[in-house]
């Protein structure tokens, strides 16, 4: 089994799409170890709906939409780092963190903490809005700090070639190709924010044509504008 991660500069990036987008270029399966928030359609039924591919089961599924550990403590848990071990799949498993790098699990443990003692290779992803250096930058310091392996940054918005060639150029670190706004989705990375959807159904999906219609756009602009060749070295042993 070989496993990536993603995970993001902040919360509501658009990370969740690109997760959807990864996993079905690379056949791969998702996971989600902790979902906090349960009001929306969760990270996991986006990634199924616009994917097709398996889903995992959550490590936690916390009601409350905010950090995991106070998520967690509303609800008196604490999560249990040592739960959340990368699960045995055929080929490849794609792992969404939550919100950004430094995200609290517990009061001792933060996510990048995870993200190291995993060791699986990293995806940065990215807004494109007024800010992005500073948070890509010091996201990067911090996965690096910590001892990960960076594949490189991807864009979520519209483009902003001066921004995103600073952020390599500081940074270090390969530009993975820009996710612009996907119009046929009902959960698209909108203005570097992800709008998430309600559920259409009982089992959080839209019609079977829709559903169609969804995968194709993302596939497409995946195709279009992601370095998947790039990614897929990464996963080589």
Same mark, same amino acid.
Do not use: W
């Given at each position: 089994m070989s496993a990536i991660i993603v995970t993001g500069t902040d919360t509501s990036i658009g990370k969740t799409v690109f997760s959807a987008g990864l996993v079905a270029a690379l056949g791969a399966s998702y996971w989600k170890p902790v979902q906090s928030g349960l009001e929306e359609e969760t990270d996991s039924q986006i990634v199924a709906r616009l994917s097709g591919r398996p889903v995992l089961?959550?490590?936690? &599924?916390?009601? #409350? %939409?905010?950090?995991?550990? =106070?998520? /967690?403590?509303?609800?008196?848990?604490?999560?249990?780092?040592?739960?959340?071990?990368?699960?045995?799949v055929d080929g490849v498993l794609v792992v969404e963190g939550a919100g950004g790098v430094m995200v609290p699990l517990n009061r001792e443990t933060l996510f990048v903490d995870m993200f190291a003692r995993w060791g699986a290779p990293v995806i940065l992803c990215a807004r494109t809005q007024l800010g992005?250096?500073?948070?890509?930058?010091?996201?990067?310091q911090?996965?690096?700090?910590?001892?990960?392996?960076?594949?490189?940054?991807?864009?979520?918005?519209?483009?902003?070639?001066?921004?995103?060639?600073?952020?390599?150029?500081?940074?270090?670190?390969?530009? &993975?190709?820009? #996710? %612009?706004?996907?119009?046929? =989705?009902? /959960?698209?990375?909108?203005?570097?924010?992800?709008?998430?959807?309600?559920?259409?159904?009982?089992d959080g999906h839209g019609p079977v044509s829709h559903r169609a219609k969804e995968s194709d756009a993302l596939a497409k602009a995946f195709a279009a504008h992601i370095d998947i060749d790039t990614i897929k070295k990464a996963l080589q042993p």
């Open positions: 089961p959550e490590g936690y &599924l916390l009601k #409350l %939409p905010a950090s995991p550990h =106070l998520s /967690a403590e509303a609800e008196g848990v604490e999560i249990d780092p040592g739960t959340l071990s990368l699960p045995q992005t250096i500073n948070h890509t930058l010091l996201s990067l911090a996965l690096r700090g910590a001892g990960c392996d960076v594949v490189g940054v991807v864009f979520i918005g519209a483009a902003e070639a001066e921004v995103e060639d600073t952020i390599c150029q500081f940074g270090k670190v390969a530009h &993975l190709g820009r #996710l %612009p706004v996907i119009e046929e =989705l009902r /959960a698209v990375p909108d203005r570097g924010r992800e709008t998430k959807c309600p559920p259409m159904g009982a």
